[in-house]
């Protein structure tokens, strides 16, 4: 208790010094009624000018912040109330503003947005989907432009200039996604006049949880083709086929599917090897793994869908289709085989990053949703952000009724539609909240069944989505959502709605987050609005079956109750709250797992791109490429002829054939002469010679080898990179088998994920210092095929 009270006070005192700020906004506020438009749009200029002349800010904000007030008064007809300004302060202030659904988050983004817009270095809004993101540049960037800022939407199937022109503004709306597929496209190009993006300076993201947390796990994936058949896909698919259950087991809770002993000789026996666990068979055990997995733990119509003759993956968060997205590592094609349709060819990451780690790029990130506090720590820890509380505008009066649960999942189905038509029969909207696409239909039959008009937000109708939320508080109405489908838009009530009791929503599964729980409920009760929810579980539904009590279970036997008599408890509730904590728990540490793990590539990552973008910015790259070759000298030496072994037992020969295979002409130097040679002056004496044939090659090639350095550097890079992500990734798979003995995989996968780096770093500068000093030939670059996907 006593560390709540401490939060709730830190959040009071928040509170208490932004309503100091806000009083001081106030009070501009008739200053700023007075003036005409034309002296509203000079304040822009001016508050430039005033940053020029050293003001921060923070010394303008106030001024900003009437001033985009008026603005929205005059251009939306909106007013911005107390707790939006205070809501924007947040923002600006590189945190997490929490704010209940219905309160115009749309709104608040303007304040903070148009503040930092100021400085001409860009404010990336970020939002779930295109749709929200056109919205709001349109709409609420009036605002902006109203001011004299710029405002660009950063779409998917814009052109290269488009995108360009999108990331100069001022303010920039777009997906999380294309922002940070852009930055890899960028440290991907051949010029600098091929880069879209600026440097990545303060960003606001809207639906921050659902971004930041929920999204969390899948990394950004740009991948180019990789030539493989598609046939074992489906020899390995015949023989899953073929199984019975004592030759596999499958985990749900670790998500992993394995052969056991008796599935194994049977794989040896149908693919005709000895030991399936050679090293040889390495590529069929991945198969047959993957093909477990595609009959295991991936189900038609929940994880993904047949749309098309093709596999379209399903969001779990948002249930919309995320049309052109792929599992990896081969799962995607074990599904394709597994459903009967064509298999497409396996791809190469050429590009990779996390969420996380895109956007803890930023100078400044800042965020806002519905639902928050419960994942502080994780915002704190990770991003460096902590979460306030915003007040709403009006006191909330939904009521929130307890859960009710049945024994089977039959039962509570009935019991939810029986709900649902007494309700509507008073005239009553409900919105039905589902887990699944295959549930929501279940729910959408059983009333068809009972004759009660509905309409159907899932992955298969998510064309007309916000139209479909929008209408769902009119009289009447019966919407049934895949989960938080429609995030983002509002739901306002129709004529005497209020009258009912207002938006009733049921919930028909817990979620493993009890956050995305809070946020289904937090579509009804808007703006002071009455409303009301309640959820309908089953000892059938997952979160129950996997996490839950089999004292519940227990405890009903007991009562003796009946398949359709429902049970209320608070030890239910308590028990539930549990089992989601404890799967909230779970997740976070696998978030902060993949983090950790990703933080070593992010390090390279960093590295190399810091590289590319020298190659690409540098005219004349002689400088980089003779710092390679002193680089190869000074390996050669450690090698031929190390420190540790006496002159004559030096490897001259080889060190010779070595450097004329890289930089030295046949013939340039002869044994003899750098025998005589100390090991100091043998090093002075091959870059002396490397730096003679540099000038030749310069006086021989002149402007064309200016061009043959950066290809062959932006190339070999390219290359040694792709292949080292794809390394990096089949080793992170298979560390965890060396963690016996009191290893950590971890430190395991730090110190030989450095090793190989260093050892890509040396494989570029050879490959490099060769190319420059013996390519004969004209190379010309070729275009690679790629496609953006998030790793499953």
């Known amino acids: 208790m006593g560390l709540l009270k401490q939060v709730f006070n830190a959040n009071e005192r928040d509170i208490a010094r932004l309503r100091r700020k806000i009083d001081r906004i106030n009070g501009l506020e008739s200053q700023f009624e007075q003036m005409s438009d034309a002296e509203l749009q000079a304040m822009t200029p001016a508050y430039r000018e005033r940053l020029n002349n050293g003001e921060k800010l923070d010394d303008l904000l106030p001024e900003a912040f009437a001033l985009v007030r008026e603005a929205a008064?005059?251009?939306?007809?909106?007013?911005?109330?107390?707790?939006q300004l205070m809501g924007g302060l947040v923002l600006h202030e590189g945190?997490?503003?929490?704010?209940r659904t219905g309160e115009g988050k749309t709104l608040v983004a303007t304040l903070p947005s148009y503040l930092n817009g100021l400085t001409g270095q860009g404010v990336h809004v970020v939002t779930v989907n295109d749709y929200l993101a056109k919205r709001d540049a349109e709409i609420t960037g009036q605002v902006h432009r109203f001011l004299g800022l710029t405002v660009g939407f950063n779409g998917h199937d814009m052109?290269?200039?488009?995108?360009?022109?999108?990331?100069?503004?001022?303010?920039?709306?777009?997906?999380?996604?294309?922002?940070?597929?852009?930055?890899?496209?960028?440290?991907?190009?051949?010029?600098?006049?091929?880069m879209v993006q600026r440097k990545l300076h303060f960003a606001i993201v809207d639906e921050v949880d659902s971004i930041l947390i929920d999204e969390a796990r899948t990394p950004l994936i740009i991948s180019g083709p990789a030539e493989k058949s598609a046939d074992l896909y489906f020899r390995a698919d015949f023989f899953v086929r073929r199984l019975k259950p004592e030759d596999y087991e499958i985990d749900e809770k670790m998500?992993?599917?394995?052969?056991?002993?008796?599935?194994?000789?049977?794989?040896?026996?149908?693919?005709?090897?000895?030991?399936?666990?050679?090293?040889?068979?390495?590529?069929?055990?991945?198969?047959?793994?993957?093909?477990?997995?595609?009959?295991?733990?991936?189900?038609?119509?929940?994880?993904?869908?047949?749309?098309?003759d093709e596999i379209c993956i399903v969001d779990e968060f948002t249930g919309r289709l995320m049309q052109g997205r792929r599992y990896s590592e081969g799962l995607h094609q074990a599904i394709e085989a597994k459903e009967g349709v064509r298999v497409q060819n396996e791809s190469k990451t050429l590009a990779t990053i996390t969420l996380q780690n895109f956007f803890r790029m930023y100078n400044k990130l800042s965020g806002m949703t519905g639902t928050a506090k419960t994942e502080e720590k994780e915002f704190i820890e990770i991003y460096g952000m902590d979460v306030v509380c915003i007040p709403t505008n009006r006191p909330l009066i939904r009521k929130d009724m307890g859960d009710v649960i049945y024994k089977t999942e039959r039962a509570k189905f009935q019991a939810v539609v029986n709900e649902i038509a007494e309700r509507h029969a008073h005239g009553q909207p409900v919105l039905v909240g589902t887990t699944s696409i295959d549930k929501s239909e279940i729910v959408s039959e059983l009333l068809k069944q009972k004759g009660v008009g509905h309409q159907v937000l899932n992955a298969k109708h998510h064309a007309r989505e916000a139209e479909i939320v929008s209408l769902?508080?009119?009289?009447?109405?019966?919407?049934?959502?895949?989960?938080?489908?429609?995030?983002?838009?509002d739901i306002i009530l129709g004529d005497g709605v209020a009258d009912t009791g207002g938006l009733h929503i049921i919930g028909t599964e817990r979620h493993e987050s009890r956050r995305i729980d809070n946020q289904l409920r937090g579509?009804?009760?808007?703006?002071?609005?009455?409303?009301?929810?309640?959820?309908?579980?089953?000892?059938?539904?997952?979160?129950?079956?996997?996490?839950?009590?089999?004292?519940?279970?227990?405890?009903?036997?007991?009562?003796?109750?009946?398949?359709d008599q429902p049970i209320e408890h608070r030890m239910l509730t308590g028990a539930m709250e549990r089992a989601q904590k404890k799967v909230e728990g779970n997740n976070y540490d696998i978030r902060k797992h993949v983090l950790r793990y990703d933080d070593v590539l992010n390090k390279q990552r960093e590295v190399i791109y810091r590289q590319r973008r020298q190659i690409l910015e540098t005219e004349n790259l002689r400088e980089i490429v003779e710092g390679m070759g002193k680089?190869?000298?000074?390996?050669?030496?450690?090698?031929?002829?190390?420190?540790?072994?006496?002159?004559?037992?030096?490897?001259?020969?080889?060190?010779?054939?070595?450097?004329?295979?890289?930089?030295?002409?046949?013939?340039?130097?002869?044994?003899?002469?750098?025998?005589?040679?100390?090991?100091?002056?043998?090093?002075?004496?091959?870059?002396?010679?490397?730096?003679?044939?540099?000038?030749?090659?310069?006086?021989?090639?002149?402007?064309?080898?200016?061009?043959?350095?950066?290809?062959?550097?932006?190339?070999?890079?390219?290359?040694?990179?792709?292949?080292?992500?794809?390394?990096?990734?089949?080793?992170?798979?298979?560390?965890?088998?060396?963690?016996?003995?009191?290893?950590?995989?971890?430190v395991i996968y730090q110190k030989e994920g450095f090793e190989m780096f260093e050892a890509m770093i040396h494989s570029i500068e050879e490959e490099v210092v060769q190319y420059v000093f013996k390519a004969t030939v004209q190379m010309t670059p070729q275009p690679i095929e790629m496609h953006d996907s998030t790793g499953g």
């Open 73 to 83: 008064k005059r251009v939306l007809g909106q007013r911005h109330y107390d707790v």
């Open 523 to 563: 579509r009804s009760g808007r703006q002071g609005d009455p409303g009301s929810s309640q959820f309908f579980l089953s000892l059938e539904d997952e979160l129950l079956r996997l996490f839950g009590s089999e004292n519940i279970k227990r405890m009903m036997d007991r009562l003796g109750l009946e398949e």
């Open 631 to 746: 680089d190869l000298i000074e390996h050669m030496l450690e090698v031929y002829c190390s420190e540790e072994q006496i002159p004559e037992d030096w490897d001259i020969p080889a060190l010779l054939k070595y450097a004329e295979h890289h930089f030295l002409l046949p013939e340039q130097v002869d044994e003899d002469s750098l025998r005589k040679l100390e090991r100091d002056e043998l090093q002075d004496r091959l870059l002396e010679l490397l730096i003679a044939n540099y000038d030749e090659r310069e006086t021989e090639m002149g402007d064309f080898l200016r061009e043959l350095e950066r290809l062959v550097l932006l190339r070999t890079v390219d290359s040694k990179w792709m292949d080292h992500i794809d390394a990096m990734d089949q080793f992170r798979q298979g560390v965890h088998l060396r963690s016996y003995g009191q290893a950590d995989p971890l």
């Open 159 to 194: 052109t290269h200039e488009e995108k360009r022109q999108a990331y100069g503004a001022d303010i920039t709306y777009g997906t999380n996604n294309e922002f940070g597929f852009d930055y890899l496209r960028d440290n991907m190009v051949m010029s600098v006049d091929d």
């Open 255 to 308: 998500r992993t599917a394995n052969l056991t002993d008796s599935g194994v000789h049977k794989a040896e026996s149908f693919f005709h090897v000895d030991n399936l666990f050679d090293p040889d068979n390495v590529t069929l055990m991945h198969h047959l793994t993957q093909g477990l997995k595609a009959h295991g733990l991936m189900h038609r119509d929940q994880d993904y869908v047949v749309l098309d």
């Open 472 to 489: 769902a508080g009119q009289p009447n109405m019966v919407t049934i959502a895949t989960n938080m489908a429609g995030r983002g838009t």
């Open 95 to 99: 945190r997490v503003a929490e704010m």
